[in-house]
Structure formats: structure tokens, C-alpha cells
């Protein structure tokens, strides 16, 4: 009987002793690794998640970057459809002329320049093509008074074509009531530029 009661404990404490090494097996072999594992997918889904955050704030950005491009572009076209081609220089000179004369203004001496002063090629965004843009200056000298020659420069800047004015010299002639004006209009033309001419003219170097 005792014997029983022996082997039966033996058995019993063998099996406790089998559990308890299963358990620490377990623990430090497969348990720690999915502590490790869970801890790494927690981390990714932090990443994740600014990532989404930050992403999203990226295309609401675009999105707002998109809208004011829009915009630029139209105001750009806007610009662009009130400079007139060089060829319509003799119209343009002439609307500006008849401008003056209109506000009041006298003409002392009218020399538009045949040279432009700067040039710049502009490629549009929506079609690609190239266009030159000229600045051609105009030497006028005018008689009259201030108040006729702010409403020329008001009608030149509401004029369909773009026109802008600088280096204005205002002289007071003895006690008259006139004024000689002294300024250089600039006046804007494009000229269309053709690609194919420009592959074919631009040969690359040996």
C-alpha cells in the first residue's frame, strides 16, 4: 500500500514537474517572441497611423496648392490675352496716342523705340507652347495738368492692352498752369515661337 502511495506521488510530482517545464518552455521560447511580436505590431500601427494622419494633411495641402494653381493660371492667362502680338505694335501705339490726346493732354514729342529692351520666353502651362514677350519702351512728353495725366494713367491701366508707365518727370513752366510731363511707356508684345523651328535651328555640340 505504501508502495502505491509512493509511485502514486512519484507519478503526480513527475507530471507537476513536466507542467512546470512546459510552462517555463513555453515562457521563454514562444511567449517572449509574441510579446516581442505584438510590441513590433503595435509600433508599425503608431507608424501607420501618423503616416495616414500626415498623408492626409498632404492632400488636403494639394488639394489647396491645386485650387490656388488654378487660379494663377487663370489670373496668368488673363495677363497673357492682353498682350497683343508684335505684328499689331502699329495699333497699339496709335491706341495710345489717341489716349492721350482724349484726357486733355497736348503732345510735345511721341518716340516709340523699333529695339525692345527685354525679352523673355514663357512656355504656357496648359499647352506647352512658347511665346517671347517684348518690352518695348516709348519716349512721350506731354503738356497738360495733373489731373488729366492721372486719368491717362488710370486708362492705361484698365486699357485692353498692357501698357505701364515709369521714370514720370513732372516740370512746372513759369506761372503756368500746365505741367510738362516727361515719361516712358512700356508697351507688351509675344511673339508665338515654333518648336519644330527650334529643334531644327539648335543642333547639340560634337
Same mark, same amino acid.
Given at each position: 500500500?505504501?508502495?502505491?502511495?509512493?509511485?502514486?506521488?512519484?507519478?503526480?510530482?513527475?507530471?507537476?514537474?513536466?507542467?512546470?517545464?512546459?510552462?517555463?518552455?513555453?515562457?521563454?521560447?514562444?511567449?517572449?517572441?509574441?510579446?516581442?511580436?505584438?510590441?513590433?505590431?503595435?509600433?508599425?500601427?503608431?507608424?501607420?497611423?501618423?503616416?495616414?494622419?500626415?498623408?492626409?494633411?498632404?492632400? #488636403?495641402? &494639394?488639394?489647396?496648392?491645386?485650387?490656388?494653381?488654378?487660379?494663377?493660371?487663370? $489670373?496668368? @492667362? *488673363?495677363? %497673357?490675352?492682353? !498682350?497683343?502680338?508684335?505684328?499689331?505694335?502699329?495699333?497699339?501705339?496709335?491706341?495710345?496716342?489717341?489716349?492721350?490726346?482724349?484726357?486733355?493732354?497736348?503732345?510735345?514729342?511721341?518716340?516709340? #523705340?523699333? &529695339?525692345?529692351?527685354?525679352?523673355?520666353?514663357?512656355?504656357?502651362?496648359?499647352? $506647352?507652347? @512658347? *511665346?517671347? %514677350?517684348?518690352? !518695348?519702351?516709348?519716349?512721350?512728353?506731354?503738356?497738360?495738368?495733373?489731373?488729366?495725366?492721372?486719368?491717362?494713367?488710370?486708362?492705361?491701366?484698365?486699357?485692353?492692352?498692357?501698357?505701364?508707365? #515709369?521714370? &514720370?518727370?513732372?516740370?512746372?513752366?513759369?506761372?503756368?498752369?500746365?505741367?510738362?510731363?516727361?515719361? *516712358?511707356?512700356?508697351?507688351?508684345?509675344?511673339?508665338?515661337?515654333?518648336?519644330?523651328?527650334?529643334?531644327?535651328?539648335?543642333?547639340?555640340?560634337?
Amino acid at each position: 500500500m505504501n508502495e502505491l502511495l509512493k509511485n502514486q506521488r512519484n507519478i503526480f510530482v513527475a507530471i507537476l514537474s513536466g507542467i512546470f517545464l512546459l510552462v517555463i518552455i513555453w515562457y521563454f521560447v514562444f511567449h517572449q517572441s509574441l510579446a516581442a511580436a505584438y510590441s513590433d505590431l503595435k509600433q508599425s500601427q503608431k507608424s501607420l497611423t501618423s503616416k495616414r494622419t500626415k498623408y492626409r494633411r498632404m492632400e #488636403s495641402e &494639394i488639394i489647396n496648392i491645386q485650387d490656388e494653381w488654378y487660379n494663377l493660371n487663370e $489670373e496668368f @492667362e *488673363i495677363v %497673357i490675352d492682353r !498682350i497683343p502680338d508684335k505684328s499689331s505694335f502699329d495699333n497699339v501705339s496709335n491706341a495710345l496716342y489717341n489716349m492721350i490726346k482724349n484726357n486733355g493732354l497736348s503732345v510735345i514729342s511721341y518716340s516709340p #523705340s523699333n &529695339i525692345a529692351i527685354d525679352k523673355k520666353t514663357i512656355i504656357l502651362p496648359d499647352s $506647352e507652347d @512658347e *511665346i517671347i %514677350i517684348e518690352k !518695348i519702351p516709348i519716349d512721350i512728353e506731354i503738356n497738360g495738368n495733373f489731373i488729366n495725366f492721372g486719368k491717362l494713367l488710370e486708362n492705361m491701366t484698365d486699357s485692353q492692352y498692357r501698357l505701364t508707365a #515709369s521714370n &514720370i518727370d513732372i516740370a512746372q513752366k513759369g506761372n503756368s498752369s500746365k505741367l510738362i510731363i516727361k515719361f *516712358i511707356s512700356y508697351a507688351y508684345f509675344q511673339t508665338a515661337v515654333k518648336k519644330g523651328y527650334i529643334a531644327d535651328s539648335v543642333k547639340p555640340k560634337s
